[in-house]
């Protein structure tokens, strides 16, 4: 039996996922350093740490499926009731859902390019068309060309705020205008996977505006990936009005997130002290690899995150290619590479091996 024959058209018919980081060829990425995946290495806060270990000896009894520990701590971090939040195993996982719930053949779904592709794969998924809005020549946002691109057919308008791969971000103002401009057919999607590590004033999360904004569908995907530093116990969500949240919670959520993710996230949401630790680490690191890239010449993008985008003046792919023969995963994407911040030692290293390799390759 031919198993493709049996596939689903729209799985059939679909590209090659376009996800850049899994170009790893026969290397074992556990024996790499990695600075490819925007990966916390700050670690876990020491409290959820407590709180997975007590709550995985209670494995053998299922979680709590109306996630009262988890959906309370996220409902006091951002003074929004529970029936604003849906969870799932990562953000990625909530995106599919978006498609599951709101996506169909005929639907185009607006993005800038560069940016994290998921929302394409799910688009495809379901049969809608991405239609892609190229940013600025200095890779930001060009809110204006994606209001314009709006049509009836737009189902959905996806923004990635601050924006991986580039790091750059939209302020605040302009982002609140193009909400309230947007048309009320169309979903907005604000992924703000990074948005913790921000520390410009006017890169701020657009919980308010969906607050303040009801008549409009706005859905703010959230992670626990980034900031957290549990990106391999998936735990991510959704904040939406209460009817969009209950469409989702109807597309695979539900049962989606262990016990030991729910107990995990609550106690690292509440842990303020370890996530200042975070943003001030990363902070400091960020600045080292920005300005030891500057002075090896590249041209590197304002971060508001925790990894930096950065033109190394010869072929990116090469860089990333010699950086894996060294032992360093980075990535190599839209002409240029992105690193993420690493434990200070690799941030050394992989500058000492950036400025080899660059001029092996002059
Ligand atoms: C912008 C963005 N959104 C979402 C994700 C995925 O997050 P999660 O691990 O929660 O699925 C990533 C991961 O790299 C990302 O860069």
């Known amino acids: 039996m031919e198993i493709s024959k049996l596939l689903c058209k729209n799985l059939r018919e679909k590209p090659e996922t376009r996800r850049a980081s899994r170009k790893l060829g026969n290397r074992d990425i556990n024996k790499l350093i990695r600075m490819g995946l925007n990966e916390n290495v700050w670690g876990v806060s020491p409290k959820a740490l407590r709180a997975m270990k007590e709550t995985a000896e209670l494995g053998n009894y299922y979680q709590d499926w109306t996630q009262k520990e988890i959906k309370g701590a ?3 971090h951002y003074d929004v ?29 607006l993005l800038c390019m560069p940016t994290f592709p998921a929302i394409i794969d799910t688009a495809q998924m379901n049969g809608a068309t991405p239609v892609i809005v190229n940013m600025k020549e200095d890779l930001k946002y060009d809110m204006d060309a994606l209001l314009a691109a709006i049509t009836d057919k737009t189902k959905m308008v996806y923004i990635c705020n601050p924006n991986n791969p580039t790091g750059t971000y939209v302020r605040h103002e302009v982002l609140l205008d193009f909400a309230k401009k947007c048309p009320d057919h169309v979903i907005q999607v604000y992924d703000e996977a990074y948005i913790e590590f921000a520390e410009a004033s006017d890169c701020i999360e657009m919980v308010g505006a969906m607050k303040e904004l009801p008549e409009k569908p706005i859905v703010l995907l959230k992670t626990f990936s980034k900031f957290y530093a549990m990106a391999g116990i998936r735990m991510g969500y959704v904040l939406a009005q209460p009817e969009i949240i209950e469409w989702l919670s109807k597309c695979g959520t539900q049962f989606a997130t262990s016990k030991v993710s729910q107990a995990g996230a609550a106690a690292a949401i509440k842990d303020t002290e370890h996530c200042t630790y975070v943003k001030e680490q990363n902070a400091i690191w960020r600045k080292y690899l920005t300005d030891e890239l500057i002075k090896l010449g590249c041209d590197v993008y304002d971060s508001q995150t925790n990894f930096v985008f950065f ?28 690193v993420s911040v690493g434990k200070p030692e690799h941030c050394k290293l992989f500058i000492q091996y950036l400025k080899e390799i660059i001029e092996e390759l002059q």
Do not use: W, Y
């Open 81 to 109: 009731p529970t029936d604003f939040i849906v969870t799932g195993c990562g953000s990625s996982s909530l995106t599919d859902a978006l498609g599951t719930a709101f996506l169909e053949e005929g639907d185009e779904v």
């Open 74 to 76: 996220i409902s006091e």
């Open 311 to 338: 033109h190394p003046h010869v072929d990116p792919g090469a860089v990333a290619e010699k950086m894996a023969d060294r032992g360093i995963m980075i990535s190599a994407q839209a002409g240029a590479n992105r």
